[in-house]
């Protein structure tokens, strides 16, 4: 039972990694941490560029298991 579960969880998330940064820290902090990130193979989000048509920032939120932001 805690397989289908977990699957079911798994199968549920788009993103392992939202974030969302504002200021200056977009650009430099955030875009290194998103880099390195993908360069380990996490599915992260970035709120400035990841939406897809169809997409809404509320279902990136919710689809993913973590969530980095500043406010």
Same mark, same amino acid.
């Given at each position: 039972?805690?397989?289908?579960?977990?699957?079911?969880?798994?199968?549920?998330?788009?993103? =392992?990694?939202?974030?969302?940064?504002? /200021?200056? @820290?977009?650009?430099?902090?955030?875009? !290194?941490?998103?880099?390195? +990130?993908? %360069?380990?193979?996490?599915?992260?989000?970035? =709120?400035?560029?990841?939406?897809?048509? /169809?997409? @809404?920032?509320?279902?990136?939120?919710? !689809?993913?298991?973590?969530? +980095?932001? %500043?406010?």
């Amino acid at each position: 039972m805690a397989d289908h579960d977990e699957e079911s969880c798994s199968s549920y998330f788009i993103y =392992d990694v939202f974030l969302s940064f504002r /200021g200056f @820290t977009r650009y430099g902090f955030t875009d !290194r941490l998103y880099h390195a +990130l993908c %360069e380990r193979g996490i599915t992260t989000f970035r =709120d400035d560029e990841n939406l897809r048509v /169809g997409d @809404t920032l509320l279902e990136a939120i919710e !689809r993913s298991k973590y969530h +980095l932001t %500043e406010n």
